[in-house]
């Protein structure tokens, strides 16, 4: 079966470094992506990864290693509006995206 | 630019009834999709379409029905709702099934009793 895995939930400090970590196991691979859904939002898009290594976009850095099946999301000088749910997913063979079931980031002040 | 809009918001349905969850995006994008998103589980997808006339069935597609006759409008429909249908419905649209950035509605708050 497919399967991606990621924490429940998740405490930091604001003004910190957190990683929020993915291992995924699928039917074929065509990129992962990391999605942010603030409480009663809709998700929206941050990163893509379709090759090893690090994609960096601002305060957020997304990398992939296809060999381990896993991926990790880096959120650099936390900010309370930061205090969301990141939600990990890859495309499988078929270009339909597999969901985790999210972490829940908490910032505390 | 609206992006992608949902209607309704929220609605609170008896067991048995029909419904028809309305999507309908302004982007032009070829590809779109349903899904649920329950507590602790990830979004599932119920189903796509990767082209206006075309449809077909994702992960959990049991119970609800799509249509896309044109490229703006992907409607979902609930033939008899149960219970377990009560969830966060979100609809997406991408400019191609292997495009790498999928635009969400803001969700229906479908309650079934």
């Known amino acids: 079966g497919q399967n991606i895995d990621q924490p429940t939930e998740m405490t930091a400090t604001e003004g910190a470094i957190v990683q929020i970590n993915c291992t995924y196991q699928t039917s074929g691979f065509n990129g992962l992506f990391w999605y942010q859904q603030h409480a009663g939002e809709a998700p929206t898009f941050l990163s893509y990864n379709v090759l090893d290594g690090l994609e960096e976009k601002g305060r957020f850095s997304s990398f992939l290693s296809r060999s381990k099946g896993y991926s990790y999301l880096l959120l650099k000088e936390l900010q309370m509006k930061d205090s969301a749910s990141y939600l990990c997913a890859v495309k499988d063979s078929n270009y339909q995206l597999i969901w985790g079931a999210g972490t829940k980031l908490i910032i505390k002040p | 630019i609206a992006g992608i809009t949902q209607a309704p918001t929220s609605q609170i349905l008896a067991a048995g009834r029909r419904m028809t969850l309305r999507c309908t995006q302004d982007m032009r994008h070829n590809a779109m999709y349903w899904y649920r998103q329950d507590l602790g589980l990830g979004l599932r997808l119920i189903h796509y379409s990767n082209t206006a006339g075309t449809t077909g069935k994702g992960e959990v597609p049991d119970g609800y029905s799509v249509s896309r006759a044109n490229t703006d409008d992907f409607p979902l429909t609930l033939a008899s709702a149960v219970p377990s249908q009560t969830s966060v419905y979100f609809c997406?649209?991408?400019?191609?099934?292997?495009?790498?950035?999928?635009?969400f509605g803001q969700g229906t708050r479908l309650t079934v009793v």
């Open positions: 997406a649209s991408s400019q191609g099934a292997e495009d790498t950035e999928a635009f």
